[in-house]
């Protein structure tokens, strides 16, 4: 009985194109395999019983991704939609997880860790620094598929982007405080870093929005929180003293527990139009609570479960996926449908 390694010879492939083709795995052109099925046909191939005919995901490839520190219920759910893509299409991969600060030396360290212990492809929510995009360049080169989960990076060979629309997201809160207040108001808008793009183009989408439609509606100021409740609490109760006539708060990222907390004891102003990102425990409370008015929610299990497909088929089967721009829906939701 002919062997993989006869077939690769006579049809002039590789023994991987041929396991390939006879296991159906995809990643190879038509003509390829309709040369390797012909060669197989003629030379009485019959698959295997040993463990040369076992799918490559038996051993499994280790998966690095590397995110920002987010102890909230939309960064449970996208490495949930990770493990569970994995559990149902039978992937035996290992995804080792480092979650950092917002800053490019904390997120270097954990890129290095992931790789050092073995990953062959890399998930990454990047922080926008010329680092990260020379060690996502380095990694590709060596053969490492990366993959930008919710937010993205620009002058990289990364394989694909996996999230939002970040502009459209911007564009549908820009349009969503327009109804809500009437055209009229405000804002004050607090992001997690200015060094993130995603961010940054979710206030470039919200500004570019009001400025077509709603001239009424002003930005007061943009601040930093890093994601970080606390810091988010003591930043909320610093702006609204200084900029006394807001009249309504974007939040961009996380810090929504914190932020909400400290406009939640504020007694002199209750009444301000809050929108914020996510479908998280902090919001479902506040929202409840009458002080969040919307979230713009954005299917981070779906994120997580695409993104690791496109990566698994990228290492195990040099698989390119259909579309550089993988984007999922963006959903409105409210105190009567969260």
């Given at each position: 009985m002919a062997s993989k390694n006869e077939i690769a010879d006579n049809a002039g492939v590789s023994r991987t194109t041929v396991d390939k083709v006879l296991n159906d795995k995809g990643g190879v052109s038509d003509t390829t395999k309709k040369k390797v099925l012909a060669v197989a046909k003629e030379l009485s191939y019959e698959p295997e019983k040993s463990s040369d005919s076992a799918p490559d995901t038996a051993k499994g490839p280790k998966i690095g991704f590397v995110s920002f520190s987010e102890e909230d219920q939309r960064h449970k759910d996208l490495k949930a939609g990770m493990q569970e893509r994995m559990e149902d299409n039978g992937y035996a991969a290992e995804l080792i997880v480092r979650e950092t600060p917002m800053y490019a030396d904390a997120q270097l360290k954990a890129i290095e860790e992931v790789i050092g212990a073995g990953a062959k492809g890399l998930l990454i929510t990047p922080y926008?620094?010329?680092?990260?995009?020379?060690?996502?360049?380095?990694?590709?080169?060596?053969?490492?598929?990366?993959?930008?989960?919710?937010?993205?990076?620009?002058?990289?060979?990364?394989?694909?982007?996996?999230?939002?629309?970040?502009?459209?997201?911007?564009?549908?809160?820009?349009?969503?405080?327009?109804?809500?207040?009437?055209?009229?108001?405000?804002?004050?808008?607090?992001?997690?870093?200015?060094?993130?793009?995603?961010?940054?183009?979710?206030?470039?989408?919200?500004?570019?929005?009001?400025?077509?439609?709603?001239?009424?509606?002003?930005?007061?100021?943009?601040?930093?929180?890093?994601?970080?409740?606390?810091?988010?609490?003591?930043?909320?109760?610093?702006?609204a003293f200084e900029y006394p006539t807001i009249t309504s708060f974007i939040f961009i990222a996380g810090g929504v527990g914190g932020g909400c907390k400290a406009l939640y004891q504020m007694t002199a102003r209750p009444n301000y139009h809050i929108i914020t990102i996510d479908e998280i425990a902090a919001t479902v409370e506040y929202m409840n609570k009458g002080i969040i008015t919307a979230a713009i929610c954005q299917e981070p299990r779906r994120q997580g479960a695409i993104a690791i497909s496109i990566i698994v088929d990228a290492i195990l089967h040099n698989k390119e996926p259909e579309s550089e721009y993988n984007y999922t829906d963006i959903n409105i939701r409210i105190k009567e449908n969260i």
């Open positions: 926008d620094d010329e680092r990260i995009v020379n060690k996502i360049n380095e990694l590709s080169k060596k053969g490492i598929p990366v993959v930008t989960v919710c937010s993205d990076i620009e002058g990289t060979d990364r394989l694909a982007y996996v999230g939002s629309n970040n502009m459209r997201l911007g564009h549908t809160v820009g349009a969503l405080l327009g109804l809500i207040s009437g055209g009229h108001a405000e804002v004050g808008i607090i992001t997690g870093s200015r060094d993130v793009l995603g961010q940054e183009q979710r206030i470039a989408g919200f500004l570019e929005k009001i400025q077509k439609e709603y001239p009424n509606i002003t930005v007061e100021t943009i601040t930093e929180c890093k994601n970080e409740d606390y810091k988010c609490y003591d930043t909320l109760q610093r702006i």
